[in-house]
C-alpha cells in the first residue's frame, strides 16, 4: 500500500554511465517531483509535473532528464553520471500544484557515482 | 537565500522532556511545512500552518507562526525515542511557482530512553 514508490532503493554505478530511477504514486494526486538532497540534508527542488506537464524546471544540467507518461509515474533519467550527481534523490507528490495541502515523499533512492 | 533556516541544528535530550525547534525565514509565505525524516527514510508530512494562522495542534505536535518575525516553532511534547529523527521546516513562499517548498536544513533530534 505504498504511496510514493521509487526505485531502485540504493544504486551505484561509474561515472559516465546513464541511469533512471523510477516514481509511482497511487495516491491520485495531480503533481509530482523530484529533490535532490545532498551529504549535509540540503533538500533542492530539481522539477515538478501537473498532470503530466512541467511546471518547475529548476537549474539543473541538460544531463537530468525527467518523463512523466501518465500522472501516476515520474521517472528521472540522467546521462553521464558525475561523481557530484552522488546525493539521494526523493520523489513527491501533492494534491494539486499549489501543494497547499503538503507532499508525500518516496524513501529515497541513495546514488552513488564512484 | 529563500529558504529556512531550523535552529538549533542538533538537539538532545531525554524521554519525556519537552522538544522545541525553530524555523526563520525570510520572504513571505502562503503556508509552512513541518516534516520529519527518519535515518534512511523520505520525509514524512507532519503539520500545515497557513500564513493567517498563529498556532496549530496535532497529537503531541505543536506549531506556531510568527510572521511578524518571519518565525515558526516545532513543539514536541512528552518526547519519546521513536521520535529521534531530522525535522524539517519548508516554505510555500508568496510569489513563487506554485507547489514549489523551500527546504532548511533540518534539526537532528535525538531523544534518550
Known amino acids: 500500500d505504498t504511496a510514493v514508490s521509487q526505485t531502485p532503493k540504493y544504486l551505484v554505478t561509474q561515472m559516465g554511465n546513464d541511469k533512471s530511477i523510477k516514481c509511482e504514486q497511487n495516491?491520485?494526486?495531480?503533481?509530482m517531483y523530484w529533490y535532490k538532497q545532498d551529504s549535509k540534508k540540503f533538500l533542492k527542488i530539481m522539477f515538478s509535473?501537473?498532470?503530466?506537464?512541467?511546471?518547475i524546471n529548476e537549474t539543473v544540467p541538460n544531463r537530468f532528464s525527467p518523463k512523466s507518461p501518465d500522472k501516476a509515474h515520474l521517472n528521472l533519467h540522467i546521462n553521464s553520471l558525475e561523481l557530484g550527481d552522488s546525493a539521494v534523490y526523493f520523489c513527491?507528490?501533492?494534491?494539486?500544484?499549489?501543494?497547499?495541502?503538503?507532499?508525500?515523499f518516496g524513501s529515497g533512492t541513495r546514488l552513488t557515482v564512484v | 537565500s529563500q529558504q529556512g533556516e531550523e535552529d538549533p541544528q542538533a538537539l538532545s535530550i531525554q524521554e519525556g522532556e519537552n522538544a522545541t525547534m525553530n524555523c526563520s525565514y525570510k520572504?513571505?509565505?502562503?503556508?509552512l511545512q513541518w516534516y520529519r525524516q527518519n535515518s534512511g527514510r523520505g520525509l514524512v508530512h507532519l503539520i500545515l500552518?497557513?500564513?493567517?494562522?498563529r498556532e496549530k495542534h496535532s497529537g503531541r505536535l505543536r506549531v506556531t507562526l510568527d510572521t511578524s518575525k518571519k518565525s515558526s516553532s516545532l513543539l514536541i511534547t512528552a518526547s519519546r525515542a521513536a521520535d529521534t529523527a531530522s525535522y524539517f521546516c519548508?516554505?510555500?513562499?508568496?510569489?513563487?511557482?506554485?507547489?514549489?517548498?523551500?527546504f532548511g536544513r533540518g534539526t537532528q533530534l535525538t531523544v534518550w530512553p
Open positions: 513527491a507528490s501533492s494534491q494539486d500544484s499549489t501543494g497547499a495541502y503538503g507532499y508525500t
Open positions: 495516491l491520485g494526486h495531480d503533481t
Open positions: 509535473y501537473n498532470n503530466k506537464e512541467l511546471i
Open positions: 520572504t513571505s509565505i502562503n503556508n
Open positions: 500552518i497557513r500564513s493567517n494562522e
Open positions: 519548508a516554505t510555500d513562499n508568496r510569489g513563487s511557482t506554485l507547489g514549489r517548498l523551500y
